[in-house]
């Protein structure tokens, strides 16, 4: 794909202007504090290039130990990221709409310790709007990305930790619900 397609195809990344609906957040967001990590000008791959978290800390969350405790969710090889382990639903599951369209895939963490999600509309904007994360650029665009394809930044504490498992738990429902 061209520069000059994929600069046509862009998203605004925080554009959620009507996306409303049926959310599976327990409960408000917080908003994140602080400003916005920077992402990288190009889509793919899409990326935080600030804000990280000190090397100190080291979050416990992984999609393994995520997935451990969630029976509705099994792991495998990511789609998206094909060097690194992705949430699905477990086998034999319905899934939502969405995870067709990524491959029933939920979510995967980077290297950097940020991670790409699906979520519901109301979540995601939700997620966006308070400042977690942000649309990718190409979501609902193209690449079997749905129009809720939400880059979460890179926790930078325990509690970080804590939104972003609510998130994750969230994207579970969301791609599990019987819808």
Known sequence: MTVLRIRVLRVDPLNTI???GIGYLSGPLAVRPGSRPTVAPYPIPHRQIDQHPDRQ????LTIASFVATRPALTCA???FETHTDAAF???GRPIHSDGEV???EIAHFHPDGSLHVVL???DAAQAVDK???ELHPLAGRTAGLPATYVLLYSPRNPNEVAVVERLLDAAAAHMTADA
């Open 102 to 104: 990524s491959g029933g």
């Open 89 to 91: 639903a477990a086998p």
């Open 18 to 20: 009507g996306w409303a």
């Open 77 to 79: 090889r990511s789609h």
């Open 131 to 133: 400042g977690w994360g």
């Open 120 to 122: 519901a509309r109301a």
């Open 57 to 60: 800390f080291t979050p416990s």
